[in-house]
């Protein structure tokens, strides 16, 4: 393990170190800033059946920065390795190809969390500045941050695939953006075709990320969305450490 946590320091230090991770940070924050401003300014003086923290985590800002984000995040993680050579040493180092996958892959979670620790502060600077609670319970909170992580792992091992997949970085982007994208609108599907069956309508809904976010930010907690990206983490970082043996034997 201890070979596994020194590899995770590595890849966490490379976040960190690397000038991209704080464009990435610094367009997220913008970008959510902007939302969380243009809620607050459409809700102003109006009556509304939906609380502050609903409004941001349910808004087509939030879910355009959302979606981005990953390709950016994922895209040099194996990609820049095979292409600058560095992954040769990695690969014949006393460390296991599962540990090299685990790690970058919880390289990559640890900055994603990062990133979201600052839209805490809108909530807490609204709450101080109205004296009005920003969401209907702890419980509301709960929920929206415990989607984003779910997801968050979900997308981010498709990232890592798409960057196994390929030396060039921009291909390694544009394959976890078409991916992602496409699994998102997915479940947008139940929106927009309205003469689908009931149980077309249901199992569409289950796989739909802002249905699911609408649901967990109310507070209402769910235990499908947590078997289901869990689960589908699991398998997409399954794939990529079969992708990383087939390349580390080519090599």
């Known amino acids: 393990m201890r070979k596994f946590f020194t590899l995770l320091g590595r890849e966490v230090r490379s976040y960190f170190y690397s000038p991209i991770a704080y464009v990435v940070l610094v367009f997220f924050l913008v970008v959510s800033g902007a939302d969380f401003y243009l809620q607050l300014s459409f809700m102003n003086g109006k009556p509304v059946g ?14 355009f920065a959302f979606v981005l984000i990953f390709p950016l995040i994922t895209m040099r993680l194996f990609a820049e390795e095979f292409k600058l050579g560095t992954i040769e040493p990695l690969m014949t180092a006393p460390v296991r190809d599962w540990q090299v996958v685990l790690s970058k892959f919880f390289g990559a979670l640890v900055f994603y969390v990062t990133i979201w620790i600052p839209t805490v502060l809108y909530f807490a600077i609204f709450q101080w500045v109205t004296k009005q609670p920003a969401a209907n319970s702890l419980g509301a909170y709960f929920g929206a941050y415990l989607m984003l992580f779910l997801l968050g792992m979900f997308y981010l091992s498709i990232g890592c695939l798409a960057s196994v997949l390929t030396k060039n970085q921009i291909v390694a982007a544009i394959i976890s953006f078409c991916a992602i994208t496409l699994l998102f609108f997915l479940g947008l ?39 289901l990206y869990t689960s589908m983490t699991i398998v997409m970082l399954f794939l990529t450490h079969q992708v990383f043996q087939s390349r580390k034997w080519r090599l």
């Open 189 to 227: 599907v139940s929106f927009i075709l309205l003469d689908v069956s009931s149980t077309t309508r249901q199992l569409l809904g289950y796989f739909s990320a802002i249905e699911q976010m609408g649901t967990l930010s109310r507070g209402e907690i769910d235990t499908r969305p947590m078997v």
């Open 50 to 63: 939906y609380s502050v923290q609903e409004a941001f985590f349910n808004s087509v800002f939030f879910w």
